[in-house]
Structures are given as C-alpha cells and as structure tokens.
C-alpha cells in the first residue's frame, strides 16, 4: 500500500535561515513525488516533482527539493526563507506503475510553516 | 487564463438537505477529482473521472454522488446521507494521459451544517 507521511505537523524558521518541510513516503514500485503549497482558503498550488534524473529538482518561489531513494524521502528546502512562505505544506506521491492519471495520487497531512520576522 | 472555478466560496447546508458543489475547468483536461479536506488531514479522495460520463469512486464516497456530462464540469451533490459534511472541498483537474503530471485544484467551497 502506498503512503505518505509528513512527521511535521508545524516547522518554525526565522525569516533568512534556511528551511526544510520533511516527506517519507511508501509506494510497492518507483515514485513520482510532488509538493504543493496552500494558503488560508485557497486551493493547492503546485511547486515542484520529482520524475527521474537529477535528485534535486528546483521549483517555484525558489524552493528546492531533494529525492532519496535510499531512505525513501522527498524533503523540501529553501535556502532563505521569507515571511510569505508561511503556509500549508503537501506532500504526495504516486506509483508510476499506474497508467492512469486518476486515483492513486495520495497526500500526506500537511506541514504548517510558519515564518517569523 | 485558464483554470479551475469552484462556487459558492461557502455554502450552507439545513438537516436533510442535498446541496450541489459547482466545479468547472477551461484547462480542457480530461480528469478530475473531489477531495475533502478536514483540519489535520490530508485530502481524502470522494469521486473522480477520467472521461465525460464515466465516474468512479474514491476512499470516501459514501454520502455523496457526482456527474460528468459535460468535460468542462464535474459536480458534486452532499446529500443528506453524508452525516457529517462540514469541510473544505476542493476540485482538482489533470491531463489524463500522463501520470506524472500535477493536479490543478480550485479554491475550494467552504460546507457548513446550519
């Protein structure tokens, strides 16, 4: 069975310092892995995914994310963070071994980050 | 642009009675998705459609139904079976044919017991 686990539920960073949002996840075959993003009343925003090829793939707002398929984790990570990252946090994974887009796509519980000035 | 409208933002729902969730995409994709979203939780899949006319159900359908007769729109009636409906809802698109692309969501409708 697939899943996801974000151990998380609350990440507090001073404005500059570097930030990391930590995602494992569990899949029978290889992953494709996501993260979005979710501000107060708002739908999910996409940020970045993991296919294949490089381990750190770079995405939107200057958000960065490392794949380890080692110990199975897909940890988000900015090098400076800023007040306007404070938001909700997804994780989400899906077996490639499905050939439909639909279903399968499972999120884990979100992280809150939170940025102090 | 294109994307993803979900209306009302928040809607209200009176003991015994079905309510109906609007989402429409101009992103012409083939896919779409319910979710709910409750505090502390991730998103939990209610009903999705990889073509118009053709629906199947998600982890939580129970309490709700869907419809898929046009690409373009997908909505979802809570009806009074779904005893505990308060939540965030949130549609979802994607292109059918490529699993490894991201979802699309809209800005959700806000369900309230009155």
């Known amino acids: 069975a697939q899943s996801v686990a974000q151990p998380e539920d609350q990440v507090n960073v001073a404005e500059g310092n570097p930030l990391t949002v930590k995602c494992t996840y569990s899949v029978s075959g290889n992953p494709y892995l996501f993260w979005y993003v979710q501000y107060p009343n708002r739908g999910l925003q996409f940020l970045l995914k993991y296919i294949t090829g490089d381990n750190l793939v770079k995405g939107s707002y200057g958000f960065e994310a490392e794949f380890n398929k080692s110990q199975t984790s897909f940890h988000l990570k900015k090098p400076s963070a800023l007040v306007s990252d404070s938001a909700l946090y997804f994780c989400?994974?899906?077996?490639?071994?499905?050939?439909?887009?639909?279903?399968?796509?499972?999120f884990g519980s979100g992280t809150r980050l939170s940025i102090r000035p | 642009d294109g994307g993803i409208t979900q209306s009302p933002k928040y809607l209200f729902r009176k003991e015994g009675q079905n309510v109906t969730l609007s989402c429409e995409q101009n992103?012409?994709?083939?896919?779409m998705y319910w979710y709910r979203q409750d505090p502390g939780q991730g998103l939990r899949l209610i009903y999705y459609?990889?073509?118009?006319?053709?629906?199947q159900k998600g982890d939580i359908a129970e309490g709700y139904s869907v419809s898929r007769e046009k690409k373009e729109s997908f909505p979802l009636t809570v009806t009074s079976a779904q005893k505990n409906p308060t939540a965030f809802y949130l549609c979802?698109?994607?292109?059918?044919?490529?699993?490894?692309?991201?979802?699309?969501f809209g800005d959700g409708t806000r369900l309230s017991i009155l």
């Open positions: 992103l012409n994709h083939d896919a």
């Open positions: 979802a698109s994607s292109m059918r044919e490529h699993s490894n692309q991201p979802q699309h």
């Open positions: 459609s990889q073509i118009v006319n053709d629906f």
């Open positions: 989400a994974v899906r077996d490639r071994s499905e050939y439909s887009s639909a279903s399968k796509i499972i």
